[in-house]
């Protein structure tokens, strides 16, 4: 079945499933090395499990009833991985295997989108309430950021807060006090692609703030010569009409699989 593996094998699993693994910038970046997580493969690497900190996971191997078993023993088992973890494409034999041995998970289709444009636009300027202004992220103190938002920048995605505030790309909203309202900042960027999250503070929803905080973000990875990547719930229709109306291309469609292991 599958093992850990060292970090100087990721390269080996990564170029044997580049296609799949490509798709997804946050696995890709487990497994170029450029972001912590946990990988485990058979001997062969034909068949692997990545997953990432946060819990954003791929798996590869026979789509056979004893794979499904030794993987669901596997992953209930691990006691590295986080208990709550989301899979890429599950196959729908998983599925079924799940439905009748462990019903704790819930599939919802997700997808892609990619933002090919080249020409910077600041539509965004004409959005902004009086009195906010748009910052980069690291010339926002990251103690004021962390406090805000919550999101563990330093942790949950990048290596460390020094690795974010170097590698991280991202745009905030500020309020007329100087706070923060909204960030959009890059998860992971991967091969010249940067996948993208964005929140806004409850009390500034419903002002078009996701709008107003993608459009810098989207000027800076221009700048800085790379491609936005957009993965948004299909259910979320907020952020799944945003990326059209921002016309993005979108890439695909495809099963999130989320599963309570513990």
Same mark, same amino acid.
């Given at each position: 079945? %599958?093992?850990? +593996? #060292?970090?100087?094998?990721? &390269?080996?699993?990564?170029?044997?499933?580049? $296609?799949?693994?490509?798709?997804?910038?946050?696995?890709?970046? *487990?497994?170029?090395?450029?972001?912590?997580?946990?990988?485990?493969?058979?001997?062969?690497?034909?068949?692997?499990?990545?997953?990432?900190?946060?819990?954003?996971?791929?798996?590869? !191997?026979?789509?056979?009833?004893?794979? /499904?078993?030794?993987?669901?023993?596997?992953?209930?088992?691990?006691?590295?991985?986080?208990?709550?973890?989301?899979?890429?494409?599950? /196959?729908?034999?998983?599925?079924?295997? &799940?439905?009748?041995?462990?019903?704790?998970?819930?599939?919802?289709?997700?997808?892609?989108?990619?933002?090919?444009?080249?020409?910077?636009?600041?539509?965004?300027?004409? &959005?902004?309430?009086?009195?906010?202004?748009?910052?980069?992220?690291?010339?926002?103190?990251?103690?004021? %950021?962390?406090?805000?938002?919550?999101?563990?920048? !330093?942790?949950?995605?990048?290596?460390?807060? $020094? #690795?974010? &505030?170097?590698?991280? *790309?991202?745009?905030? @909203?500020?309020?007329?006090?100087?706070?923060?309202?909204?960030?959009? =900042?890059?998860?992971?960027? *991967?091969? !010249?692609?940067?996948?993208?999250?964005?929140?806004? %503070?409850?009390? =500034?929803?419903?002002?078009?703030?996701?709008?107003?905080?993608?459009?810098?973000?989207? /000027?800076?990875? @221009?700048?800085?010569?790379? @491609?936005?990547?957009? #993965?948004?719930? +299909? $259910?979320?229709?907020?952020?799944? +009409?945003?990326?059209?109306?921002?016309?993005?291309?979108?890439?695909?469609? =495809?099963?999130? %699989?989320?599963?309570?292991?513990?």
């Amino acid at each position: 079945m %599958l093992s850990g +593996i #060292d970090q100087e094998d990721f &390269l080996e699993v990564r170029q044997k499933h580049l $296609e799949v693994v490509s798709q997804h910038p946050l696995i890709n970046a *487990v497994l170029s090395g450029i972001q912590r997580g946990f990988v485990y493969a058979d001997p062969s690497r034909d068949s692997f499990f990545v997953c990432t900190k946060s819990g954003f996971s791929l798996f590869s !191997g026979p789509d056979t009833a004893r794979f /499904n078993q030794e993987l669901l023993e596997f992953l209930l088992q691990n006691k590295d991985i986080p208990e709550y973890i989301h899979l890429y494409h599950p /196959n729908s034999s998983f599925q079924n295997y &799940l439905e009748a041995n462990w019903p704790k998970y819930k599939v919802r289709r997700r997808a892609q989108f990619h933002n090919h444009h080249k020409e910077l636009t600041y539509y965004y300027k004409d &959005l902004l309430p009086a009195g906010f202004q748009i910052a980069v992220a690291q010339d926002v103190s990251f103690e004021q %950021l962390e406090a805000a938002f919550g999101l563990h920048f !330093g942790s949950r995605y990048w290596n460390s807060k $020094e #690795d974010f &505030l170097a590698n991280a *790309v991202g745009a905030c @909203i500020l309020n007329q006090d100087g706070a923060p309202a909204a960030i959009c =900042y890059s998860a992971c960027v *991967v091969d !010249g692609i940067a996948e993208m999250d964005t929140l806004v %503070l409850p009390e =500034y929803r419903g002002q078009r703030f996701m709008r107003i905080v993608s459009e810098p973000f989207f /000027n800076q990875t @221009i700048n800085k010569n790379l @491609i936005p990547h957009w #993965d948004t719930f +299909i $259910e979320n229709s907020a952020s799944y +009409i945003m990326a059209q109306k921002f016309t993005l291309t979108l890439m695909q469609e =495809y099963d999130l %699989l989320s599963l309570f292991l513990r």
